[in-house]
C-alpha cells in the first residue's frame, strides 16, 4: 500500500524546513538548496507536478542583519525576514535555473486562505503556475503578517497549500527521519515507524518538540500537519532531507521516512476549509438533545438548542460548538452575530420569526456550513 500511494501521487507538495537550508551561523546554505533543487528536478522526471513550501527567510536575515539572536519583537522578526526573503528566492532561482526549470515567488498570509474569494484565487494562480511547468516557491508573508493573520507555522502552511492546490501527497522535509516509537534523543531502542494508518491520541503524545534554533516547530507540527491534510484525503511523508537522494528515492519506492494514510472519507474542500482553515471569532454551547441532533443526524443548529454565547462575532463568522460538558463537537459559519444570539438562544424557530427582522433564516448554523468534528 505504501510504495503504490508514494508511486501514484502526481501533484505533491514538498515542505522544506529552516534547518536543511539555512542556520544562525552561516545563513543560507547554497550548496544545500543546489543538492534539493537537484532532488526536485528528479521528482518532477518522474512526471510528477511539484510545489515547494520553504523556511528560512528569518534565519537568513539574521545572518545578513547580523543579529546574534532569534528576533522577539514582531518589527525586527519583519525586518529580518523582509531581508532574508530575497537572498532565500534569489537562492532558489539561481539553483532551479541550472536545471532549465522556472521558480515564481509566492507569499502567503493566513488572511489570504480564511477569505473564500482570496482562497481560490490563490488556487487559480498555483495551478495555473504549474500548467507552464512553473515550481511555485511559496513561504508565508512575514513581512506583513502580525498575530491576527499569520498562519504560524510552515507545517501548518504547507498542509494548507496542499489542500489549496488538492494535492495528492504532502512530504515534509526535515532533519529528522520520520515518528518513532519513543524520542530517539533519550532512547536508543528507539525504532522508525514507516507506515501509520490513523492519527490517534497515542500517535499524537510521541511527537515531541524541537528544540533547534532554525526550526520554529518539531513532530508536533508535522504531525497536526498531516492530521489536517489527512481529513482532505492528502496522505504525508515525513523524510529526512539531510539524506542525500533520499526523496527521489523513497517516491520510487525504496524504504524512508514516515507515511500517514489519509482518511478513506474526505472531506470537501469547503468543509475542510471551514475546519481547518477559518479561525473561530466565539463559541456556543449546546444542550445535549442539539449535540444528537448535530452530530448523529446530521441536521442544522436550530437557537433552541442553545444554552450560552461566548465572545464577539458577525453574522458570516465562524464559531465551535459545544455540549454541557465543554467538549467541542462541530465548527462552522454562523448566521446571526453574537448580539442578536445572545437574545433569541434557546427561542423555538415559530417565536424567532415573531420577532421583527430576524426572519430571514430559521438556521443558526445550517449542515452545508457545519463540519462535525
Given at each position: 500500500m505504501r510504495d503504490e500511494l508514494l508511486r501514484q501521487a502526481k501533484r505533491v507538495v514538498i515542505k522544506i524546513g529552516s534547518s536543511l537550508i539555512a542556520s544562525r551561523e552561516t545563513g543560507l546554505s547554497a550548496e544545500r538548496i543546489e543538492r534539493l533543487a537537484g532532488e526536485i528536478a528528479e521528482v518532477r522526471a518522474q512526471g510528477r507536478e511539484v510545489l515547494v513550501v520553504s523556511s528560512g527567510a528569518v534565519v537568513s536575515g539574521i545572518k545578513k542583519l547580523g543579529l546574534r539572536e532569534y528576533p522577539k519583537s514582531l518589527p525586527l522578526k519583519q525586518a529580518a525576514a523582509a531581508v532574508g526573503q530575497s537572498l532565500l528566492m534569489w537562492a532558489y532561482e539561481k539553483a532551479f535555473e541550472r536545471l532549465t526549470l522556472r521558480v515564481a515567488q509566492v507569499l502567503l498570509t493566513h488572511e489570504d486562505l480564511a477569505d473564500r474569494r482570496r482562497f481560490l484565487n490563490a488556487r487559480h494562480t498555483l495551478t495555473t503556475l504549474i500548467k507552464f511547468g512553473v515550481i511555485p516557491i511559496i513561504n508565508e508573508n512575514d513581512t506583513v503578517a502580525v498575530e491576527e493573520i499569520r498562519v504560524g507555522d510552515n507545517d501548518t502552511l504547507a498542509a494548507?497549500?496542499?489542500?489549496?492546490?488538492?494535492?495528492?501527497?504532502?512530504?515534509?522535509?526535515?532533519?529528522?527521519?520520520?515518528?518513532?516509537?519513543?524520542?530517539?534523543?533519550?532512547?536508543?531502542?528507539?525504532?522508525?515507524?514507516?507506515?501509520?494508518?490513523?492519527?490517534?491520541?497515542?500517535?499524537?503524545?510521541?511527537?515531541?518538540?524541537?528544540?533547534?534554533?532554525?526550526?520554529?516547530?518539531?513532530?508536533?507540527?508535522?504531525?497536526?500537519?498531516?492530521?489536517?491534510?489527512?481529513?482532505?484525503?492528502?496522505?504525508?511523508?515525513?523524510?529526512?532531507?539531510?539524506?542525500?537522494?533520499?526523496?527521489?528515492?523513497?517516491?520510487?519506492?525504496?524504504?524512508?521516512?514516515?507515511?500517514?494514510?489519509?482518511?478513506?472519507?474526505?472531506?470537501?474542500?469547503?468543509?475542510h476549509w471551514i475546519a481547518f482553515t477559518l479561525r473561530p471569532r466565539g463559541h456556543v454551547q449546546l444542550d445535549q438533545g442539539a449535540v444528537e441532533a448535530l452530530v448523529r443526524n446530521g441536521k442544522s443548529l436550530l437557537a433552541s438548542g442553545i444554552l450560552d454565547i461566548t465572545g464577539h462575532f458577525d453574522a458570516g463568522d465562524p464559531v465551535t460548538c459545544a455540549g454541557p460538558d465543554g467538549k467541542e463537537c462541530a465548527k462552522g459559519l454562523v448566521n446571526f452575530s453574537s448580539e442578536i444570539l445572545t437574545r433569541i438562544k434557546g427561542l423555538k424557530t415559530a417565536d424567532i420569526q415573531k420577532i421583527p427582522g430576524l426572519q430571514e433564516y430559521e438556521e443558526v448554523i445550517h449542515r452545508d456550513n457545519l463540519v462535525i468534528l
Open positions: 494548507q497549500v496542499a489542500h489549496l492546490v488538492d494535492a495528492d501527497l504532502l512530504i515534509i522535509l526535515s532533519d529528522v527521519d520520520g515518528l518513532f516509537t519513543v524520542d530517539p534523543r533519550k532512547d536508543p531502542t528507539a525504532a522508525l515507524i514507516p507506515l501509520i494508518p490513523e492519527i490517534t491520541e497515542d500517535i499524537e503524545q510521541r511527537a515531541g518538540m524541537s528544540s533547534t534554533f532554525e526550526g520554529t516547530g518539531g513532530m508536533a507540527t508535522k504531525v497536526r500537519a498531516a492530521k489536517k491534510v489527512g481529513e482532505y484525503g492528502v496522505a504525508t511523508l515525513i523524510l529526512n532531507g539531510t539524506q542525500t537522494r533520499l526523496l527521489p528515492n523513497v517516491l520510487s519506492g525504496q524504504p524512508g521516512g514516515s507515511l500517514f494514510l489519509a482518511r478513506e472519507r474526505r472531506m470537501n474542500s469547503r468543509k
